[in-house]
């Protein structure tokens, strides 16, 4: 919970959107258990400005990579919905207008 950027997106964007001093945010997830008697688990956290930095430093890494045309497989549930997984990218050289996004090492 410490680590989500979703919190820290929400939190950052409060300040600048004026809704709250960014300092004073208090943030929660909401969690309810699949359990044989479901709980609702209540987390608080909050976010600071060093974590406004590794967001902006993320992001920063995230556009250059995208901008320099840097796209990698990253395996997930999510595979078989995915454009990339049409065009064989498991070990095979695939284009996209003409540019390579992977490329084997075999």
Known sequence: MEAS?????YSYATGLLGYAD???VRLRFDVLTKTKQPELLRYWTTRDRAANVQL???AAEVLSAIEAGVFHPNPGWQCKDCQFWAWGWRGRS???SGAPLLQSTR
Request: aromatic share 8%; no cysteine; glycine share 0%.
């Open 22 to 24: 960014p300092d004073e």
């Open 94 to 96: 695939m284009e996209l």
């Open 5 to 9: 950027l979703q919190l820290s997106v």
């Open 56 to 58: 902006f430093r993320l």
